[in-house]
């Protein structure tokens, strides 16, 4: 089947998923919500990790009003600070005996220099480093579920990330500039993924990793790129642009759900530049691609988070 002309997909596409059970983090807004909402239409038990436990009872409850029949279990995750990351998969392993889909959803944008409770820049900190321990920390739950997958969202901004292994976290704020440590994260959650799917197939897991990007999408993301007053300027160009939280996050559910994906596959919106439209598959960049760039990372990652894959 070709995956990129046979038809539009979309939520229509999602087949039943009762019994299914789903992490989905940064369920509350945005991309993660649109996620939720969709899994849990389709019957999956839905883990909605958040940092806030009142804005994921909020969501939920939006939820609840369209689909009361919803199974959507809020859970407490901070990418941002191990110990919580550690407490979320704890609780996980105490409630769940398998995990069928793990949506690495949740990220930051562009904010300004800052370190996670455990002292990495924020933005590498929570969208890799803070993911990188989830799934490992989940791996022997997606080792005993026949056919789970990984699911890791990056951005058209991978494009712009460049890897420096002698400064990786940019040390005290040095080279730090909001655009460089977004595209390197968005840059790190693909050599994550890839170097992922190689280390399922060189144990034989019956798992894959495979990543998604939204094109541009309005959601809360942008709230770091630009202050209040120069958005409500730039809303008006910004607007063509950008496609809804409901369709950009179509590419993270076909990647989650699609039958015939293929570990390492990337997909993303089908129009020009990838900003906008249907999902299909996509390419990412040669860098991420690039082997010793993945294992660099990968024992890096495990190094400071002190999160071991076996
Ligand atoms: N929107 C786009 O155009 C676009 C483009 C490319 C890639 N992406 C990617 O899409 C993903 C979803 O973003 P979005 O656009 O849906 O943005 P969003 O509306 O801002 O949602 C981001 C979610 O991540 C959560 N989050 C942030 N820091 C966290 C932490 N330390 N621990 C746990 N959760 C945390 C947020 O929680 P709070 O609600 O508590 O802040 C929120 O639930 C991100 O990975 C982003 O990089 C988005």
Known sequence: MNMNTSHNWTTASIPVLTGKIIVVTGGNSGLGFEAVKAFAEKGATVIMACRSVSKGEN????????FPKAIIVVSEL???????????????????????ILLN??????????????????????NHLGHFALTG???????????????????????????????LLYE?????????AYGRSKLSNLLFTYELQRFFE???????????????????????????????????????????????VLPELRASVESFAKGGEYFG????????????????????YDLDNAKKLWEISEKLTKVVYS
């Open 59 to 66: 969501a939920k409850r939006l939820i609840l009003e369209l």
């Open 78 to 100: 901070d990418l941002a600070d191990l110990k919580s990351i550690t407490a979320f998969s704890n609780r996980f392993y105490e409630q769940y005996s398998s995990l069928n």
């Open 105 to 126: 959803n949740a990220g930051i944008m562009m904010g300004p220099y800052c370190l996670t409770k455990d002292g990495f820049e924020n933005q590498i900190g929570t």
């Open 137 to 167: 920390l989940l791996l022997p739950m997606l080792k005993k579920t026949p056919k789970s997958r990984v699911v890791n969202v990056s951005s058209i901004a991978h494009k712009q990330g460049v890897m420096d292994f002698s400064n």
């Open 172 to 180: 005290n704020g040095s080279g730090y500039t909001p655009m460089k």
């Open 202 to 248: 060189k144990n034989k897991i019956d798992c894959i990793a495979v990543a998604a990007h939204p094109g541009v999408s309005d959601t809360n993301l942008f709230q770091h790129a630009a202050s209040k007053w120069v958005m409500s300027i730039l809303k008006p160009v910004f607007s063509l642009f950008v496609q809804s939280a409901s369709m950009g």
């Open 269 to 288: 919106p089908k129009g020009k530049g990838e900003m906008k439209g249907y999902p299909v598959l996509v390419n990412s960049t040669n860098d991420s």
